[in-house]
């Protein structure tokens, strides 16, 4: 790709929508502007107009959305019908036998998306190696179409027994429905997720059938807006994997963008932990409005899965694994009937808002709380563009919190901000701890508008030695989409071919995955000139239920592919489970290619224009710290030099964010940007840190 192409990146948050432009030079310019939930496509182009792009001249405009994601959780989506082999209509009910909270007896299962009396099955049947065991009966799904247009069924799933391995009569199906309801909007499990597992591939197909109406009429209307702006580019929307599609392959699987606004943000964490000379290893807290997003870099490289979950749904498609609860600056606090302090889920929004905003909002809110601690400038929130109601935040907390438990407005304030980041402590424990991670091996990387002012707090709690602050953290979520590469990923069963499976088919099957990878991206997103691709496998010991994955070396690497799968797979069995069966044979299961177009992108140290030489202060300020204010400095970020230090308590003011350096911490302003916020040793532990 161009290195002077202009794009344009949209990362749309609960509270804001933020937005990131490179205009070919290397120049980045950053803003935010107020979501419009009530039509996200005038928050865009209020956007795209204030940040100065002409969209004309933009060759890509990249966006991160949760369209697909908000309509799953919310069960906004429409009828959905759903055709499956006879014997298997009740998947979605069964489940899998393993319960959440195996002692709770009240628990009931969740209500599937599809109701039982539209779930339909048909004899058509394949075996395990895709051959054809009873053919399809055409008539028998004439019916079923039928019955599905009289009830004004626009959206129907097909998944058929083994249909990864053969997709031929889920074509059958598809044609037979198209004949019969023209309109219909239809998703096979061949194209959605070609994986096996019943259960998990129903839920998936299922789920792209629920959203696909919903993210084809939002991206049609978004491209005929753009189109209304002169746009002439190529709309890119962001997936769960990390990187792009066309916004065409959107519309065919939005499964694919569920975690798409998140992810962006993990995608600029990658960028930054692979920069220096040694891959760091990052753990990210994205806090924006009306959540908190976690995810792990380990040592250059995001943690990902096969499966995610969204609500009580598996969903099979390849993602970053991000973690989420709803703990934002919009979160609102409320003392619940048993006389507890609760904050969050529940959002504020961006309308009305926290009752400091001046939209009309009374609830008390976490940003209502920093404002009263001292920690936010009333008078420079978003770079000065809204000035901030000191009175209107002190009368929502004193009314919803300080009033019941008979505390001051700080006191209750200070409860609010304990809280919150006693639910993000736990969501980072989880994300960590609760999966083997050791925190003192990890930097907190802390972005979106409220992260940096709760991320000292958290690292402390946790024993995590150091915070970074990347550049412009405000809206680094927004650059992540816009340094994202396509990528589209590809895998095939290889179920049955047991121990003996040559290493040349299994190279043979590797190859055809990566042509066909190949020319998918050159049809979709013409001027990448790097492709490349990453390999994986799936292999178990013949007996085993569940396969480990490990990741190979691209065509042309040293050593016989299979021989290299079978001594990898020997090895992380061992590492993980502590022994290794080398007298037992192996199986492969599954191949996963991913091919990747990659863009030139900008520098991560341009990202905010120059930096400052000085480190004074511009002015001070009191902060609520033990109980009682004390007046601190305030420093502007765009004037801290490199290498510049400070300690706190202290507060570091930028136009989208602002970082809080609690007592006894430390920072500097590294070479490329990062403020590197170090915390003062745990007692019992001595030395520098």
């Known amino acids: 790709m161009s290195a002077q192409a202009e794009r344009l990146a949209i990362d749309i948050g609960g509270t804001f929508t933020d937005v990131v432009f490179g205009d070919g030079s290397g120049a980045i310019s950053t803003l935010k502007v107020p979501t419009t939930p009530e039509d996200i496509t005038v928050g ?34 429409p009828e959905v019908g759903l055709i499956t082999t006879s014997g298997f209509r009740d998947v979605l009910e069964i489940m899998r036998t393993n ?50 247009a009289a009830a004004g069924i626009r959206a129907v799933a097909v998944c058929l027994l083994h249909a990864y391995a053969n997709a031929e009569h889920e074509e059958v199906v598809a044609a037979v429905l198209r004949e019969e309801v023209p309109a219909a909007s239809i998703s096979l499990s061949a194209d959605v ?107 250059g490289e995001p943690v990902t899965r096969s499966v995610g979950h969204i609500g009580a749904w598996p969903v099979m498609v390849p993602m970053v694994d ?124 802390a972005f979106g508008g409220a992260g940096p002012l709760h991320a000292c707090e958290l690292a402390a709690t946790l024993g995590i030695r150091e915070v970074a602050v990347p550049g412009e953290p405000g809206v680094f979520s927004a650059f992540g989409i816009l340094m994202a590469d396509a990528r589209h990923d590809y895998e095939r069963m290889l179920v049955g071919a047991g121990p003996g499976l040559a290493s040349s088919t299994l190279e043979a099957a590797f190859v055809e995955l990566e042509d066909a990878g190949r020319d998918q991206i050159e049809a979709e997103h013409a001027g990448y000139g790097d492709i490349g691709t990453i390999r994986g496998a799936e292999l178990r010991y013949v007996g085993q239920d569940h396969p480990l994955s490990v990741e190979l070396p691209a065509r042309g690497g040293t050593g016989e592919v299979l021989s290299v799968a079978h001594g990898r797979f020997h090895d992380k069995h061992e590492r993980l489970y502590g022994f290794r069966r080398d007298d037992t044979p192996i199986e492969l299961v599954r191949i996963q290619v991913s091919v990747i177009g990659r863009i030139t992108r900008p520098r991560l140290p341009e ?42 308590p202290a507060v570091v003011e930028e136009p989208g964010s602002t970082a809080y350096v609690p007592p006894g911490f430390r920072l500097v302003m590294s070479q490329d940007g990062t403020m590197q916020i170090t915390c003062p040793a745990p007692e019992g532990e001595g030395g520098e840190q």
């Not at 004899?123 to 079923?144: K, L, N, T």
């Not at 409005?289 to 870099?297: K, L, M, R």
């Not at 973690?323 to 979160?331: C, L, P, T």
Request: net charge negative.
């Open 44 to 77: 865009i182009l209020a956007g795209l107009q204030k940040v100065g792009a002409a969209p004309a001249s933009l060759e890509a405009f990249v966006h991160g959305t949760t369209i697909a994601l908000n309509a799953l959780l919310e069960r906004k989506t």
């Open 99 to 148: 319960r959440s909270n195996m002692y709770d007896l009240q628990q009931e299962k969740p209500v599937p998306l599809v109701a039982r009396q539209w779930r339909r099955e048909i004899g058509a049947r394949m075996d395990y190696q895709g051959r054809s065991v009873v053919d399809v009966d055409s008539d028998e799904v004439r019916a079923i179409a039928r019955d599905f």
């Open 193 to 299: 997720s070609r994986v096996w597992r019943e259960f998990e591939r129903t839920s998936t197909t299922v789920s792209n059938a629920a959203t696909k109406p919903i993210v084809s009429t939002y991206l049609e209307r978004l491209e005929a807006s753009l189109a209304a702006q002169q746009f002439a580019g190529r709309v890119l929307i962001m997936q769960s994997n990390g990187g792009v599609m066309s916004a065409a392959d959107a519309r065919r699987r939005p499964v694919a963008t569920l975690m798409s606004g998140p992810v962006g943000g993990v995608t600029g964490a990658t960028e930054l932990a692979r920069s220096g000379e040694e891959r760091r290893s990052f753990v990210t807290l994205d806090i924006g409005g009306t959540s908190a997003d976690v995810a792990i870099i380990d040592r």
């Open 322 to 445: 991000i973690e989420s609860i709803g703990a934002g600056g919009g979160s609102i606090a409320r003392v619940d009937e048993f006389g507890g302090l609760t904050v969050g889920p529940e959002s504020a929004g961006a309308h009305p808002g926290p009752a400091c905003y001046g939209h009309g909002g009374t609830e008390a809110t976490v940003t209502d709380a920093n404002l009263v601690l001292g920690r936010i400038n009333p008078s420079y929130f978003l770079g000065g563009e809204l000035d901030l109601d000191v009175e209107a935040a002190r009368a929502a907390i004193e009314r919803s919190v300080a009033t019941p438990y008979g505390m001051s407005c700080e006191e209750a304030a200070q409860g609010i901000v304990t809280v919150i980041n006693s639910n993000m402590t736990r969501l980072l424990w989880e994300v960590m701890i609760g999966r083997g991670y050791d925190p003192r091996d990890f930097s907190l990387l």
């Open 607 to 648: 990202l905010g224009g120059e930096r400052g030489t000085g480190s004074e202060p511009k002015g001070a300020r009191p902060l609520y710290l033990d109980g009682r204010f004390e007046e601190c400095p305030i420093y502007d970020r765009g004037q801290l030099s490199p290498g510049g230090a400070l300690a706190g």
